[in-house]
């Protein structure tokens, strides 16, 4: 599919599509923009990144993976493979979710976290979809692949999107504050999808902060954000809570460098739903690949077809 093909079919799809939809389909796209403009910046200080771009502004391929303009890491790309499974099969799956990383990873992806590799590789070995519980397990990539949970899931109670995130998450990273965070992040851009507020969304943080202070981002600026998914959340909750904008949101994450590509990605999910699509600068979502571009508007829309929500509004 061309560029232009491309373009002309996002733009049918929006323009038929409910807000509910519309925004689902900024989620996506706000995923992958989010990952692509990080990538960039990943592994570099604040001060690194200001003294070569002075403000790093614009999607442009390079950093440590030398990446083309546009193309996305393994947050986007695991998230995707996910959504795959989902719409193959019909839900949240343990086994097809293992499946579709396990065979990701045998693409040779561009990028690859040591705890997902791991996991991938035990699954490989023992059939197992769930991985023992770690202390030191609580990462991050579990919460960067976790839209198309969000999506599927929207409508059902709280307790059956906990066990569905957890389905998938517990492949590769099996810990209760990786699943806490990743939960309210989750609720997150289901508020987004339904037009909650800011306020909605500063209910669900500081909900999360009381029951794990591990998240508590009230405090010093966070610069250089590991993978340790408490520091990614706080990274991600102040510069959402900072800002007024998805586009002042994710250049002020990523501009902390450190594990930029994944605090872009889950900022860039939050700030798709909450914002929408007009929210979304035009310089990005032209430069991203046509085909990472396609699969992100498909699955936005054909998940959200079978989410509860949506099953009642069809019965209804």
């Known amino acids: 599919m061309f560029v232009s093909d491309l373009r002309i079919e996002a733009a049918r799809l929006t323009a038929h599509s409910d807000p509910i939809e519309q925004r689902a389909i900024a989620a996506y796209l706000g995923l992958a923009v989010g990952d692509a403009l990080g990538a960039t910046v990943e592994f570099m200080t604040p001060s690194e990144i200001r003294a070569q771009y002075r403000e790093h502004r614009d999607i442009r391929g390079g950093g440590w993976l030398n990446l083309r303009r546009g193309r996305v890491t393994d947050d986007t790309e695991m998230a995707l493979a996910l959504g795959r499974s989902i719409l193959e099969t019909g ?3 343990a086994r097809a979710a293992a499946d579709a990383f396990s065979e990701w990873m045998r693409s040779k992806p561009v990028d690859i976290g040591n705890t997902v590799r791991r996991g991938i590789v035990a699954y490989r070995r023992t059939g197992s979809t769930e991985s023992p519980v770690r202390e030191f397990d609580a990462g991050n990539g579990a919460c960067m692949r976790c839209l198309p949970v969000a999506l599927v899931t929207l409508g059902a109670e709280v307790s059956a999107v906990d066990a569905a995130n957890q389905r998938q998450a517990h492949v590769t990273h099996n810990n209760p504050t990786s699943d806490a965070g990743t939960l309210c992040v989750i609720q997150m851009v289901q508020t987004g999808l339904l037009g909650g507020n800011r306020q909605d969304l500063k209910r669900l943080a500081t909900a999360l902060v009381a029951a794990n202070p591990i998240f508590a981002y009230d405090r010093k600026r966070v610069e250089n954000p590991g993978g340790f998914i408490g520091d990614t959340l706080r990274a991600v909750f102040q510069s959402l809570f900072a800002t007024e904008d998805l586009e002042s949101a994710l250049i002020d994450v990523v501009n902390r460098g450190g594990d930029a590509d994944t605090t872009g990605a889950i900022l860039g999910m939050i700030t798709g739903a909450f914002y929408g699509a007009d929210a979304l600068p035009a310089r990005w979502t032209r430069h991203l690949e046509p ?26």
């Open 91 to 93: 839900a949240v799956d």
């Open 291 to 316: 085909t990472t571009h396609h699969d992100c508007v498909s699955q936005a829309r054909n998940l959200l077809k079978r989410s509860p929500a949506y099953r009642a509004r069809a019965v209804s």
